[in-house]
């Protein structure tokens, strides 16, 4: 007997949560909480489900521009199914109705990294959470801010704009905050402003028991300038008196050495690496019109786009100027060179500014010559790849 997909109705989603908690090993609270804003889509073998997850059309920051994006969760196979490539199927089907929605991109998180990288999707940047005791911060120099507790209503815009400096952060939804709060019921919020002055930081934390006792657990760290990122720091290492570990989550850090060059003299921070988040493009012309590009750039570069099944390619010439871009497909028989050969998952990464150098990309699979890499990198490097949320 073949499957059928369908969106689920209330019964069906309650026989999900419970497939999922036998597929998961665990509860999967977000199954529910999460359900009301998602488009909620099972398999069924005859009247039993055997499969579902949930899909949220929730747009993503890309060149400081939302586009309209899938993000892709509490996916899972009933394990009696697996092996039969019904998550394949599974996936093709929820990404269809959410395309026919208006999602140009999707978005996962993932353990099965190597599953989904078939399937099209590919990883902009690796990701981490760092650990390290709570005195390591203390010495961290301050400037003389105000610190508020709780959100006084001007925190969404600030992390809007500064989740537009980044490619990949959700431009979140109205029912972000309350998510947040059910997940993590002693959430703390903490906003930074100068005296007198709009706030400029915002830090988001939680206390959760860890190895060596309490510990806290940074979920959003957006600070507009290092000035400001060393206050926020020094506020976390107060707690040292009581609290002796920090954790920043895996989503909870922008990328780069913000943390190592603030440590105090003797403190050592351990990274772990965590599964990556990953990114698929659905529709590339539509992705790349809706994007924000850089002003001053104006180029032509001819690409050759690989299929994820490496069946075929495509020819499209890519081109910029004005802070706008066109992705128009060219006559394989039409003249010209090809500048640069990607895959679509590699036209993934090089649309989040995942590859921050020609040497990069060609390490990773592209080819081109040098001076055509660096003319396609420049394209998306203004901003590097970052997804501040977890889902």
């Given at each position: 007997m073949d499957v059928d997909f369908t969106e689920a109705d209330p019964g069906q989603w309650e026989e999900y949560a419970a497939l999922a908690r036998r597929a998961y090993g665990q509860p999967v609270p977000d199954i529910a909480r999460l359900g009301p804003h998602a488009d909620r889509r099972v398999a069924l073998r005859g009247d039993r489900v055997v499969a579902g997850g949930l899909g949220l059309l929730i747009p993503q920051w890309f060149g400081g521009r939302p586009v309209p994006a899938a993000s892709m969760c509490c996916g899972c196979v009933?394990?009696?199914?697996?092996?039969?490539?019904?998550?394949?199927?599974?996936?093709?089907?929820?990404?269809?109705?959410?395309?026919?929605?208006?999602?140009?991109?999707?978005?996962?998180?993932?353990?099965?990294?190597?599953?989904?990288?078939?399937?099209?999707?590919?990883?902009?940047?690796?990701?981490?959470?760092?650990?390290?005791?709570?005195?390591?911060?203390?010495?961290?120099?301050?400037?003389?801010?105000?610190?508020?507790?709780?959100?006084?209503?001007?925190?969404?815009?600030?992390?809007?704009?500064?989740?537009?400096?980044?490619?990949?952060?959700?431009?979140?939804?109205?029912?972000?905050?309350?998510?947040?709060?059910?997940?993590?019921?002693?959430?703390?919020?903490?906003?930074?402003?100068?005296?007198?002055?709009?706030?400029?930081?915002?830090?988001?934390?939680?206390?959760?028991?860890?190895?060596?006792?309490?510990q806290l657990v940074v979920h959003d760290f957006w600070a507009t300038d290092h000035q400001v990122a060393d206050t926020m720091l020094a506020f976390l290492g107060r707690h040292h008196g009581r609290i002796p570990t920090v954790m920043f989550q895996r989503t909870g850090l922008p990328p780069g050495s913000l943390l190592q060059h603030r440590l105090a003299a003797g403190g050592a921070a351990t990274a772990r690496s965590w599964h990556p988040w990953?990114?698929?493009?659905?529709d590339p012309a539509r992705a790349v019109r809706l994007r924000g590009w850089p002003e001053h750039l104006d180029t032509e570069i001819m690409l050759d786009l690989v299929a994820p099944d490496n069946t075929g390619s495509s020819r499209h010439t890519l081109s910029i100027g004005g802070g706008r871009a066109e992705l128009a497909p060219r006559d394989a028989t039409s003249r010209g060179s090809v500048d640069v050969t990607l895959t679509m998952a590699q036209f993934a990464v090089w649309y989040a500014g995942g590859y921050r150098s020609p040497a990069a990309a060609a390490l990773a699979g592209l080819h081109g010559e040098p001076s055509s890499l660096a003319r396609l990198l420049a394209a998306t490097a203004d901003r590097e790849p970052w997804l501040a949320d977890y889902f």
């Open positions: 009933a394990p009696e199914e697996r092996g039969g490539r019904l998550a394949a199927r599974l996936v093709g089907e929820r990404l269809r109705v959410l395309q026919e929605q208006g999602a140009v991109l999707a978005t996962l998180w993932t353990a099965s990294n190597g599953y989904v990288r078939r399937l099209g999707w590919e990883a902009p940047a690796q990701v981490f959470s760092w650990t390290l005791p709570t005195g390591a911060l203390k010495q961290t120099t301050a400037e003389a801010m105000e610190i508020t507790h709780g959100d006084t209503g001007q925190l969404t815009g600030l992390r809007e704009r500064l989740a537009r400096r980044w490619n990949g952060p959700w431009q979140r939804p109205a029912w972000w905050g309350a998510w947040q709060q059910e997940q993590h019921p002693d959430l703390a919020t903490y906003s930074f402003a100068e005296p007198g002055r709009q706030p400029s930081g915002v830090l988001a934390l939680a206390t959760e028991r860890g190895p060596d006792g309490r990953m990114l698929r493009v659905l």
